[in-house]
């Protein structure tokens, strides 16, 4: 089965600009998350779908960062205006309501430069 | 609360040693304890996971230890290879679907 599919790979902006993120699930999954791994730290999530209901967004920083996930199935991550401190991997991953409760399947990320 | 504290931070071992990685838990409510390999370039992946009511799992040369009363697991990979250099996170989750809370990460570098 085809893997979370994520795009751009990378991206580079100035502070105050916009960005967009993109992720597909694997299909069939309900649910999707997103994670933003700052270097040498371990993935933090931002925000929790199941189908196109929010789970749990109490880390996203309401102020600067939206996602919608659209029928259910992909997903946008939005910053704007971005900061330095964004500057990050913006991690996309998604899991099955029948599967094993932990197990998350993860795409290989969006590397974010804030210049 | 709800962090997970994880170490060493870095981890260099011979082809052929044991890697040990330490993590360290304060709610008690956690389900589950997994246990996360990451190659650069790409997301974490799941390597072994275990239950709180569960003393060890093995599987194949990766093996959680899961100590309940001290809140701590750990995971041991035997026989080391180059290909086990990677980062290697710790996670606790709540309940079905729930969230990954992930320790710092560990660098393990696998001399040959």
């Known amino acids: 089965e085809a893997g979370v599919a994520q795009s751009p790979r990378y991206k580079i902006i100035e502070k105050r600009q916009s960005v967009a993120f993109w992720c597909n699930p694997i299909?069939?999954?309900?649910?999707l998350y997103w994670y933003q791994q700052i270097l040498g730290q371990g993935p933090k999530l931002l925000i929790q779908?199941?189908?196109?209901?929010?789970?749990?967004d109490s880390q996203l920083p309401k102020d600067r960062f939206s996602a919608e996930r659209l029928k259910g199935v992909d997903s946008t991550l939005k910053i704007q205006p971005a900061k330095l401190e964004d500057s990050a991997v913006y991690l996309c991953?998604?899991?099955?309501?029948?599967?094993?409760?932990?197990?998350?399947?993860f795409g290989p990320g969006t590397r974010l430069t804030v210049t | 609360q709800q962090q997970v504290k994880q170490s060493p931070q870095s981890l260099i071992v011979q082809k052929g040693g044991i890697s040990i990685i330490n993590c360290a838990y304060e709610?008690?409510?956690?389900?589950?304890f997994p246990w996360y390999q990451q190659f650069p370039g790409k997301g974490p992946a799941l390597l072994i996971a275990?239950?709180?009511?569960?003393s060890e799992k093995k599987e194949g040369r990766f093996t959680i230890s899961f100590n309940k009363s001290a809140k701590q697991f750990s995971l041991h990979i035997m026989d080391s290879q180059p290909g086990d250099s990677a980062t290697y996170f710790c996670?606790?989750?709540?309940?079905?679907?729930?969230?990954?809370?992930f320790g710092q990460g560990t660098e393990l570098s696998v001399k040959p």
């Open positions: 996670a606790a989750s709540k309940r079905r679907g729930g969230k990954l809370i």
């Open positions: 991953a998604s899991s099955s309501l029948s599967g094993r409760p932990y197990e998350q399947y």
């Open positions: 299909s069939g999954h309900a649910t």
């Open positions: 275990i239950r709180p009511d569960v």
């Open positions: 709610n008690t409510a956690f389900d589950y």
């Open positions: 779908f199941q189908n196109n209901g929010v789970v749990d």
